[in-house]
């Protein structure tokens, strides 16, 4: 897994709640037998004005220039700025594969929906919950004409920017060290093989009908 | 000590070990498996050389990409070749590691959360997972059920474990009884009307009262399924009767010895008098009226005699803003009555509507009637093969086809449009699916979430109707 320490970089202020992960990445893309190549398709229907289809040449579909992330000044942004419950809808992990392909590091937001929560930390991509009140504060700062640049550093927990702009953030210590030093959460889990064969062995007399091969 | 709820014991019943910096792991009885979100998991598991660790406890299926028309012709007539692709690669990876399989045109293969229950796959008291958000379905049978992520998916095989962190418990109390002509769909909109799309976030909720005991296990599926809209990974009710009822004598329900044993032991399925919860809810059953969404969010929802809400009147910016943007994306002016919003296709189907009493209750609503001429097309897409030979079986399917519905093979279809089955730009649907997000079936479309009985009048008039005046 990717690791997350520290990251400095653009803000994309995306003024929405409830993004949901269709928005993310449509589902005609989730055809993909790979875990790469959803980048291009970040936002999909926002970021094109035709629709777009698996396999065609995303470098000549038409723009939409009102989208925010297809403004120029954003270039190369490794945050994103986003309002209550993002990352709602499916169990989709293409949606932090496609928002870490394109370039972003980490999300802010007031709060996220629980599996997308989850499967970002499975990626190393940092989803970083701050009070409204700091959000609404970073859209403050981040929608004015010259894009601002925030520093997120995993190890105090804590998000700094312009003006003096600083707050920490809640994160759960497993979590913490697994993106810190990008651990192999399977190999992890294996090291307590005897624990589970312990569980099944003890369910096997608790619950039979449950462990019949 | 305080009373458990059933979520507690659930989890404590599954717990392996519990590690010192607050996570755990937990045990996964059955995992479900499907195309879309398992091809990368294979993938990782090869290449770490790794091997599924129960392979009992796996079933998988194909569903989101399969086309619902001609599946006899086999996978090689699929005309999509990324679609094609993807269920081939389920079908080989499933051969490869010997993990169950009803592959595509088996009688038994259809959407992964009507099958699991089908099967007696889905039983009280387990663990299940699945790559997929709607495996809350599963939670009507008072077991721990939730969706997982593509990375989970690998470690589920891997460990037939899950690292976790325990979830809060809610309670919804939905009171009784319900009134005439209200079904299990219309009863969990109004409860993502009420508290919101984020109003389960972080939370397993338990759906209690007279109004959830009162549905069938079928009805309760469908109010578990959408626990996610709620924002809640897991949904649940506790075990009764009908729950035991339901599950005897399916294919993969214990028997003889087991059965006796299983039934003694799930007795216990359901929360302690003095269990406490983090957060209760109430919804006054008794005023729930049939359903109709008209936004791009389920809780953008309304009963069917009211109107499209009037940001005007909405005093917080961001609320106001979302309102806005939803009209405009759907077409609906502010005001506007929900029995005028006209429909151009009719959706019957998904995991949350797909099975056979879903299916009767729409066939008695169309039966001698015919869709009306405005409306393109109205489809009934069966969630399995099962539930289709079911149905065949009743003749609800000569109903549908007189009264001009396309009787479909089984699949998630037009739920979210990823076979050939999908709307056009700026068409209406009533649809009963759990998702109006905006391009959900079909870029450009316009999702109106119903129960089955709502979608089949809405048909008939081309418009909403009260389906209540009809029954
Ligand atoms: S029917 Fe729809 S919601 Fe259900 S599993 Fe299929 S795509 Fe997902």
């Known amino acids: 897994m990717q690791q997350f320490v520290q990251e400095t970089g653009l803000v994309v202020p995306l003024d929405r709640s409830n993004i949901d992960t269709d928005q993310i990445i449509p589902k005609q893309y989730l055809k993909s037998i790979q875990r790469t190549g959803f980048g291009i398709n970040l936002f999909d229907d926002w970021r094109y004005l035709d629709p777009g289809e698996p396999g065609m040449d995303h470098s000549t579909r038409r723009i939409n220039p009102d989208f925010v992330l297809n403004d120029g000044r954003y270039a190369g942004a490794t945050m994103l700025l986003a309002r209550d419950n993002f990352g709602c809808g499916s169990s989709r992990e293409h949606a932090p594969w496609a928002i870490l392909e394109y370039g972003f590091k980490a999300v802010i937001a007031p709060s996220f929906a629980d599996i997308f929560f989850n499967n970002s930390f499975k990626n190393g991509l940092l989803p970083v919950v701050l009070t409204e009140a700091e959000v609404d504060t970073l859209f403050g700062l981040a929608g004015t004409e010259t894009p601002i640049e925030l520093t997120v550093d995993l190890g105090s927990q804590q998000v700094t920017g312009p003006e003096g702009f600083s707050a920490s953030f809640e994160i759960d210590p497993f979590r913490k060290t697994c993106l810190l030093e990008g651990l192999d959460e399977i190999g992890l889990s294996l090291k307590d093989a005897d624990a589970i064969h312990a569980y099944e062995a003890r369910r096997r007399v608790e619950a039979p009908w449950l462990l019949r091969d | 000590m305080a009373g458990r709820t059933l979520y507690d014991k659930l989890w404590d019943s599954h717990l392996v070990t519990q590690r010192d910096d607050g996570s755990a792991l937990i045990y996964i009885d059955r995992h479900l498996l499907h195309e879309v979100t398992s091809p990368q998991a294979f993938e990782g598991l090869s290449l770490a050389g790794r091997t599924p660790w129960r392979l009992a406890a796996n079933l998988a299926t194909v569903d989101h990409n399969v086309p619902t028309e001609n599946q006899a012709a086999g996978v090689s007539a699929i005309e999509?070749?990324?679609?094609?692709?993807?269920?081939?690669?389920?079908?080989?990876?499933?051969?490869?590691?010997?993990?169950?399989?009803?592959?595509?045109?088996?009688?038994?293969?259809?959407?992964?959360?009507?099958?699991?229950?089908?099967?007696?796959?889905?039983?009280?008291?387990?663990?299940?997972?699945?790559?997929?958000?709607?495996?809350?379905?599963?939670?009507?049978?008072?077991?721990?059920?939730?969706?997982?992520?593509?990375?989970?998916?690998?470690h589920v095989l891997a460990t037939q474990c899950l690292v976790a962190k325990k979830m809060k418990n809610m309670r919804i109390t939905v009171t009784g009884p319900l009134g005439f002509g209200v079904t299990a769909k219309d009863v969990i909109l109004a409860v993502i009307g009420q508290i919101g799309t984020a109003g389960g976030t972080g939370c397993a909720i338990e759906f209690a009262?007279?109004?959830?005991?009162?549905?069938?296990?079928?009805?309760?599926?469908?109010?578990?399924?959408?626990?996610?809209?709620?924002?809640?990974?897991?949904g649940l009710v506790a075990v009764d009767q009908k729950t035991i009822d339901y599950v005897k004598g399916r294919p993969y329900a214990p028997s003889g010895q087991d059965w006796d044993l299983a039934v003694a032991a799930w007795a216990d399925l359901q929360s302690d008098a003095d269990a406490v919860f983090d957060h209760e809810v109430t919804v006054d059953g008794t005023l729930i009226e049939p359903q109709v969404s008209w936004g791009t969010n389920p809780e953008m929802v309304t009963g069917v005699s009211g109107h499209v809400p009037d940001p005007q009147m909405m005093d917080d910016p961001i609320h106001r803003g979302a309102i806005e943007r939803a009209l405009k994306y759907m077409g609906l002016k502010a005001n506007q009555p929900i029995d005028s919003i006209r429909l151009d296709r009719v959706f019957i189907g998904s995991c949350t509507n797909s099975r056979i009493e879903d299916l009767r209750e729409a066939a008695k609503v169309v039966d001698g009637k015919r869709v009306a001429d405005s409306v393109i097309q109205a489809m009934v897409v069966?969630?399995?093969?099962?539930?289709?030979?079911?149905a065949e079986s009743e003749g609800l399917d000569v109903i549908f086809r007189e009264a001009g519905f396309e009787w479909r093979d089984p699949g998630c279809s037009m739920c979210l449009a990823m076979n050939a089955d999908r709307l056009g730009p700026g068409e209406h649907c009533a649809s009963t699916s759990n998702r109006n997000f905006e391009g959900r079936q079909g870029a450009g479309g316009r999702t109106h979430l119903v129960s089955p009985a709502m979608a089949a009048a809405a048909a008939v008039a081309g418009h909403f109707v009260d389906v209540r005046e009809w029954l």
């Open chain 2, 209 to 234: 009262g007279e109004g959830i005991e009162s549905l069938s296990m079928e009805g309760r599926m469908t109010v578990c399924n959408m626990a996610i809209e709620a924002g809640a990974r897991v």
């Open chain 2, 382 to 390: 069966p969630g399995s093969g099962l539930v289709k030979e079911q």
């Open chain 2, 80 to 154: 999509d070749p990324t679609s094609r692709l993807q269920i081939e690669t389920l079908d080989e990876n499933c051969d490869a590691f010997q993990i169950t399989q009803f592959k595509m045109g088996d009688l038994r293969a259809g959407i992964v959360h009507v099958i699991g229950p089908e099967q007696g796959a889905t039983l009280p008291g387990m663990t299940v997972v699945c790559g997929d958000s709607h495996t809350a379905t599963h939670g009507a049978f008072g077991a721990l059920a939730h969706g997982i992520g593509t990375s989970e998916v690998e």
